[in-house]
């Protein structure tokens, strides 16, 4: 009876971590982008110019290369991408090497340097919805 109650417990485990293998490898993993590429984020190439044409995901990894001493990365609402503002629940980056994860949406980047961010410091991405993964399939229920 002891054993089979072992073996029981044993199924019952493997049919979770199935389940779950299953369930984590249903998407397709976020790709990391360096911003401004070789330029890092700087005021040397428009960042607008940088994003247009490549095709962003909800959790993709966007990486902010800068002198720390100079500039910052912002994150701000649409407002303070129009404006160049540091809006009241913007969340202010400063290390110099910084990785913010892309969410749901539009997705607002400036420099808080009032020049630096009217030189096209600054960049706007819709991130779209994750596609699932390559052979994934949807499981009708019927």
Same mark, same amino acid.
């Given at each position: 009876?002891? *054993?089979e109650?072992?073996i029981?417990a044993?199924?019952m485990?493997?049919?979770i971590?199935?389940?779950?293998?299953?369930?984590?490898?249903?998407?397709?993993p976020?790709? $990391?982008?360096t911003?401004? =590429?070789?330029y890092?984020w700087?005021? $040397?190439?428009?960042?607008?110019?940088?994003a247009?044409?490549?095709?962003?995901y909800?959790?993709d990894?966007?990486?902010?290369?800068y002198?720390? @001493? =100079? $500039? =910052?990365?912002?994150?701000?609402? *649409?407002?303070?991408f129009?404006?160049? $503002?540091?809006?009241?629940?913007?969340?202010?980056y400063?290390?110099?090497?910084?990785?913010? @994860?892309?969410?749901f949406?539009?997705n607002y980047?400036?420099?808080?340097?009032? =020049?630096?961010? @009217?030189?096209?410091?600054?960049?706007?991405?819709?991130a779209a919805?994750?596609?699932?993964? *390559?052979?994934?399939?949807?499981?009708?229920?019927n």
């Amino acid at each position: 009876m002891a *054993r089979e109650g072992v073996i029981l417990a044993i199924l019952m485990l493997m049919a979770i971590l199935v389940l779950h293998c299953k369930s984590s490898h249903g998407a397709k993993p976020p790709a $990391t982008y360096t911003v401004g =590429d070789g330029y890092g984020w700087s005021i $040397t190439i428009s960042m607008e110019a940088w994003a247009k044409g490549k095709k962003f995901y909800a959790g993709d990894i966007l990486v902010f290369k800068y002198d720390y @001493q =100079d $500039t =910052d990365v912002v994150v701000v609402d *649409r407002k303070g991408f129009e404006t160049c $503002t540091v809006t009241p629940n913007a969340t202010v980056y400063e290390s110099g090497y910084d990785k913010i @994860q892309l969410r749901f949406g539009p997705n607002y980047f400036i420099s808080s340097n009032p =020049d630096n961010c @009217q030189s096209n410091m600054k960049m706007a991405i819709n991130a779209a919805a994750r596609p699932p993964a *390559r052979g994934a399939r949807k499981i009708n229920p019927n």
